[in-house]
């Protein structure tokens, strides 16, 4: 951004001499005007054109450079609604995907419900399953307890057992 001087010091020293030549005139009236050099009154009115020329083509670059600068600002503000805009597709690309992204997860949760009840179903059929086979081996504990295949059917139903037992805990998160 362009910085501006348009307090021009130059300008209230100029302003100030000619405040005393006024003074001077004022209250001297005729005859302080008369005391006043002539060549002096010329250049200062020279001098004051000068200045009047300075001045006039400053406030045309001023004028100018307002003109940019309102230029510049109506370009910012375009600028700045295309960012916004911009701003705002992005923000509803991002709520849809957000809203997407919940039904996924909500879909995800259903689906593991219906699983959790599979498997727990499962898991209690697997139980009563055991119960009967435990049943199963205590009878033939008692009807042939030192049989060869009582040992096995004894043997397999603790490995599978102790394996129920594995997943279980894996299941459960143990």
Known sequence: MKNIDRFN?????RV????????YGAKYGAKGI????????????????????VSY???RQVKEQNKQLMSQIETLKHEFKNLRKELDLSEEKYR??????????????ENNKQNLAALKLAYEHARDYFMKMK??????????????????IV????????????????????
């Open 9 to 13: 010091m130059g300008q209230a020293v």
């Open 16 to 23: 100030q001499r000619c405040s005393k030549i006024i003074y």
């Open 34 to 53: 008369s005391k006043v050099n002539p060549a002096l009154v010329f250049i200062d009115a020279v001098i004051s054109l000068a200045d009047l020329f």
């Open 57 to 59: 083509s400053a406030y």
């Open 96 to 109: 849809y995907q957000l809203e997407k992204d919940r039904r996924l997860i909500q879909q995800k949760l």
């Open 135 to 152: 049943e199963e081996v205590e009878y033939y504990r008692k009807e042939l307890p030192f049989a060869k295949e009582t040992r096995e």
């Open 155 to 174: 043997s397999k139903y603790h490995e599978v057992v102790t394996i129920y037992v594995s997943i279980s805990l894996e299941y459960v998160g143990g």
